[in-house]
Nanobody
Framework: EVQLQASGGGLVQAGGSLRLSCAAS????????IAWYRQAPGKEREGILC????????YYSDSVKGRFAISSDSSKNTVYLQMNSLTTEDTAVYSC?????????????????WGQGTLVTVSS
């Protein structure tokens, strides 16, 4: 059974940093692509980063490029989301999702597996 467990959310001041983790199980980690999504209050879900560990490729949305970084540790079956220079606009529920294959998508319908979200609140 494919399972994803996101963690690391919390309250942080604007300008601060936070690292989220997405622990995966139930599949061959390197065969899958992992994506991070976020959904702010009253807004649609947004795909912000994706990674294919096997291909070593990543995708960053313009909204987080230069501030956020995605990485993976195959030995731990975990994908990380390092968030720096946080602003109040980054306040959202952050979720990780997985799909079989190395092609990266931001279309959430491409990802059949989802973890529960973790809330990130950035205070001014």
């Amino acid at each position: 059974e494919v399972q994803l467990q996101a963690s690391g959310g919390g309250l942080v001041q604007a300008g601060g940093s936070l690292r989220l983790s997405c622990a995966a199980s139930g599949f061959i980690f390197d065969d899958y692509s992992i994506a991070w999504y976020r959904q702010a209050p009253g807004k649609e879900r947004e795909g912000i980063l994706c990674i294919s560990s096997r291909e070593g490729i990543t995708y960053y949305s313009d909204s987080v490029k230069g501030r956020f970084a995605i990485s993976s540790d195959s030995s731990k079956n975990t994908v990380y989301l390092q968030m720096n220079s946080l602003t109040t606009e980054d306040t959202a529920v952050y979720s990780c999702a997985a799909r079989d294959g190395s092609v990266l998508y931001t279309d959430d319908s491409r990802y059949p597996y989802w973890g529960q979200g973790t809330l990130v609140t950035v205070s001014s």
